[in-house]
């Protein structure tokens, strides 16, 4: 048996989602870091869910989701607290709209519906502590730091997916966090405002700054680029997708991405081509089975 653990940290989060009419048609657990542990738990990995999460009805019901597929909840507080929601409005693509919106915000109510806390745990459970533990986080709150700098035998995958959640934080600040990091995924998106807010001039820069193993950077239907170290020498491959499968909804593309790409580095003892090319085709693949349903979680 492995012995090794994936764990995630952080409130837990409920989708809900909308179709352009704005009738909720779903309701699901989200976020990006728990979609990627759920998909780690789906390929067979024992995950970790660490966090908090409100005891009402949209907490049970993203707790349950993870349960699913075997992610272990028994670490996960429950507090007399709203669970945050994330709004999710699939466009009517008949009328020529394409934009899916990911609000903070009800578009019912036009109530805030998500708010990051800090009455997070920050300790790893005693139980795992001699596992080797792959952390993965798509926020970089204070209380995310404190739990990394509690963890000795890690290694930190990093999802660098929205730049609301860098915009607030300095340069300083934010080096030393991704300094923890082993293996980050950057979305294109975020790319250009990120390195201006780091003041660094590329990927490779970048790269080497935080003295990473793999660096990712998205592209949607474009495929990805990695960019890696192999012989002392600064590697970029750049990989696309043979096939572009047809869109019912994107949201989890991404995460199911990253979810292969780290169980694929978990195991692994030597990046290179081979390595890039093997990775990708089934990263893809996952992705494809993720948009060509509704929700952002493979069924």
Known sequence: ????????????????????????????????NWNTLYNLSYMGETCYAIGSCGNDEEGHIAINSLKRFGVNTDYVQFNNIS??????????????????????????????????????????PCQ?????????????????????????????????????????????????????????????NVHDLLFERLNLKNEFEF????????????????????IFKENNEFKSIEQSPEIIANVVDSCGAGDAF???????????????YDFISHTFNIANKASRNVISQLGSRRS
């Open 83 to 124: 669970t945050n929601i994330m709004n999710i409005i699939i466009p009517n693509s008949e009328l020529g709209d394409d934009t899916i919106i990911h609000s903070w915000y009800s578009p019912i109510t036009n109530k805030r519906t998500l708010e990051f806390r800090d009455n997070l745990p920050i300790h790893l």
């Open 207 to 226: 790269f080497d700054l935080l003295g990473l193993d793999l660096l990712v950077i998205t592209k949607g239907k474009k495929g990805a680029i990695f």
């Open 128 to 188: 795992l502590s001699d596992k080797e533990v792959f952390v993965l986080l798509d926020k970089f709150e204070t209380i995310n730091l404190d739990f990394l700098n509690n963890i000795q035998n890690k290694k930190v995958c990093l999802d660098i997916g929205h730049y609301r959640f860098i915009e607030h934080f300095s340069k300083q600040y934010l080096t030393c966090f991704f300094k923890n990091a082993n293996l980050i995924q950057l979305n294109s």
């Open 1 to 32: 048996m492995s012995n090794k653990i994936f764990v995630s940290h952080g409130d837990i989060i409920l989708d809900n989602i909308y179709d352009g009419d704005l009738n909720l048609v779903k309701q699901d657990g989200g976020g990006s």
């Open 258 to 272: 990253f979810a292969t790409v780290i169980k694929e580095y978990a195991y692994t003892e030597k990046i290179d």
